[in-house]
């Protein structure tokens, strides 16, 4: 099975910047991609940004010019950079790994903007 572990939230003022990690142990090589989700109180979950196994990228079109995902294989991590943060993006974010398993998710880390 699949384990993740989100790190690096916090408490950041308006227009700053976070990157968050994610790092992945136990049956990693049948992993299809990783996205990065975040859910914020009354809101529904979102899709913020994935990379695929073949390197493709998506991001939400509220966070495409400001937010990077990346994966680094040789370290088992992936990275989520959030630059320009403004007071929407404050969310528990959460990485999510997709392999012929199933879908596996971490616990999720907080990010808080200050305005």
């Known amino acids: 099975q699949v384990h993740l572990v989100e790190s690096g939230g916090g408490l950041v003022q308006l227009g700053g910047s976070l990157r968050l990690s994610c790092t992945i142990t136990?049956?990693?090589?049948?992993?299809?991609?990783i996205a990065w989700y975040r859910q914020a109180p009354g809101k529904q979950r979102e899709l913020v940004a994935s990379i695929s196994s073949g390197g493709k990228t998506y991001y939400a079109e509220s966070v495409k010019g400001r937010f990077t995902i990346t994966s680094d294989n040789a370290k088992n991590m992936n990275y989520l950079q959030m630059n320009s943060l403004i007071p929407e993006d404050t969310a528990a974010y959460l990485c999510?790994?997709?392999?012929?398993?199933?879908?596996?998710w971490g616990q999720g880390t907080q990010v808080t903007i200050s305005s």
């Open positions: 999510e790994a997709v392999s012929w398993q199933g879908d596996y």
């Open positions: 136990g049956s990693t090589a049948n992993i299809n991609a």
